[in-house]
């Protein structure tokens, strides 16, 4: 999280903060106290899976530019899920402080992913009830749609080279992160954002709502987010797999232990891709 004296607490009844330097821009765009993040509509964005989430784009103008800016809020959660965050990584924190927690975590460890513009949370009764995450828009698209466009379709040197550069980032990224203690819970490409500085791919993780700190059993939940890359890669080659896979592992030869591991996350991905076909169908 940035140092302390960059927050500015919101006015209004709930605790909130937004970042010094988007202070301005927000009130100009009419985000001035508590309770204007809490009703402001922006551009909903809907998707599967939101639940109870409320999701918008927004836009503030900022040093003569305009930045595209992410609302997320949360309605009040029950006790249950609540205790089952503490029991999982000992967090008992509203969604939204999660969601800036594990921002800043990654951040200072070189990870990039979105810059917490403001943030806050309700009380009643004196409990948490609830709460909201403004982040700023990532460079570049998510990997999935980028796989569509044509510098990958092609069948040439120059697309090979630049599937194999992006591979090679996506995997010492899942490494570094997984390195770290995290798990994602939702690694699909759609969260992971490229952005090509010339020829280099730079990435972005985003959607941290979910990501933790596994206290127990952590391979397992680390092959499931190599089974959601893996399925959600299903355009890379096998061969292009198998070097993700060396390149995570940091060995150009594979030990059976690590070749049990792929063989999980073989069976993850097929469990994965049973589960989607029935939703389809």
């Not at 595209?68 to 309605?75: D, E, G, M, S």
């Not at 995997?171 to 390195?179: I, N, P, Q, T, Y």
């Amino acid at each position: 999280m940035q140092r302390k004296e960059q927050w500015v607490a919101l006015p209004g009844s709930a605790v909130a903060f937004v970042h010094s330097d988007w202070q301005r821009p927000l009130a100009t765009a009419g985000l001035s106290n508590t309770t204007d993040f809490f009703d402001a509509i922006g551009e909903p964005l809907s998707k599967p899976g939101l639940g109870k989430r409320y999701r918008a784009r927004l836009v503030a103008s900022r040093e003569s530019d305009d930045h595209i800016l992410y609302l997320k809020r949360y309605q009040s959660e029950r006790f249950g899920s609540r205790a089952k965050r503490w029991f999982e990584d000992a967090s008992f924190n509203t969604p939204a402080h999660r969601d800036v927690q594990v921002a800043s975590a990654l951040a200072q460890h070189g990870i990039s992913v979105p810059e917490t513009v403001a943030w806050g949370y309700e009380r009643s009764l004196g409990r948490r009830a609830r709460s909201f995450v403004v982040s700023r828009a990532v460079p570049g698209d998510a990997i999935d749609r980028t796989l569509h466009q044509s510098p990958f379709l092609a069948k040439d040197l120059e697309a090979f080279q630049r599937k194999r550069r992006l591979v090679r980032e996506l995997a010492l990224l899942a490494r570094k992160f997984h390195e770290l203690g995290w798990c994602h819970r939702d690694f699909y490409l759609c969260h992971v954002f490229v952005h090509w500085v010339e020829a280099t791919p730079r990435l972005s993780l985003i959607d941290l709502q979910r990501v933790f700190r596994p206290r127990w059993r952590v391979w397992r939940w680390r092959i499931k987010d190599l089974a959601q890359l893996n399925y959600s890669g299903q355009m890379f080659s096998r061969s292009m797999r198998l070097r993700f896979a060396k390149w995570y592992f940091g060995q150009d030869c594979l030990s059976a232990s690590q070749k049990a591991v792929l063989r999980k996350v073989q069976r993850k991905t097929e469990s994965i891709a049973r589960r989607d076909q029935a939703r389809r169908s």
